[in-house]
T-cell receptor, first 118, second 110 residues
Framework: EPEVTQTPSHQVTQMGQEVILRCVPI?????FYWYRQILGQKVEFLVS????????KSEIFDDQFSVERPDGSNFTLKIRSTKLEDSAMYFC????????????????FGPGTRLLVL | QKEVEQDPGPLSVPEGAIVSLNCTYS??????FMWYRQYSRKGPELLMY????GNKEDGRFTAQVDKSSKYISLFIRDSQPSDSATYLC??????????FGSGTQLTVLP
């Protein structure tokens, strides 16, 4: 069964450093998302991406964050200058093209990257 | 008021019990409702997806939506130890981003 994959599974970085989290969405999906989950807290939406541009972003997704689809398979989240409070699990998700109210509406999540900022 | 409220538990039941998990929401624009299962340190895994009010059944799982009361439920019949996980409700309006509940931690005891 196709699945979303993410690398690395764990990342430890120093405060102020740049990190890039990588995702390979399901191959026929066209909508891509990043979410984060701080330990013990809710899963929170960060950004959605379609047709090579951001379609929506939350207030969390400030100027230190950026997303990119550098090639036909990868989808990346870059954090330019990490802060302690960026420590969280980051999930990538993807969705097929919308075709009404069916299961194509649903988002499929990757296993996550656990980011620890020291 | 939080947009989505979910009792965090923890909930502990014996094997074979019927489990009822619930969420309430305040945003009447939410149209799509989902239940995800999340094992420890893993990504959310889609269990059920519903659009309209009413019931949807898939094996041992039944999702129920009552839009008039802004209340959704997930029932697990004949619960198994392998069902032990955190269950997240999620919903969205016409925008694509999901709004999650805080999750209910379930333990099914053998």
């Amino acid at each position: 069964e196709p699945e979303v994959t993410q690398t690395p599974s764990h990342q430890v970085t120093q405060m102020g450093q740049e990190v890039i989290l990588r995702c390979v969405p399901i191959s026929n999906h066209l909508y891509f998302y990043w979410y984060r989950q701080i330990l013990g807290q809710k899963v929170e939406f960060l950004v959605s991406f379609y047709n090579n541009e951001i379609s929506e972003k939350s207030e969390i997704f400030d100027d230190q964050f950026s997303v990119e689809r550098p090639d036909g398979s990868n989808f990346t989240l870059k954090i330019r200058s990490t802060k302690l409070e960026d420590s969280a699990m980051y999930f990538c998700a993807s969705r097929a093209i919308s075709s009404g109210r069916g299961s194509q509406e649903t988002q499929y999540f990757g296993p996550g990257t656990r980011l620890l900022v020291l | 008021q939080k947009e989505v409220e979910q009792d965090p538990g923890p909930l502990s039941v014996p094997e074979g019990a019927i489990v009822s998990l619930n969420c309430t929401y305040s945003n009447s624009a939410f149209q799509y409702f989902m239940w995800y299962r999340q094992y420890s340190r893993k990504g959310p895994e889609l269990l059920m997806y519903t659009y309209s009010s009413g019931n949807k059944e898939d094996g041992r799982f039944t999702a129920q939506v009552d839009k008039s009361s802004k209340y959704i439920s997930l029932f697990i019949r004949d619960s198994q130890p392998s069902d032990s996980a955190t269950y997240l409700c999620a919903m969205r309006d016409s925008a694509r981003q999901l709004t999650f509940g805080s999750g209910t931690q379930l333990t099914v005891l053998p």
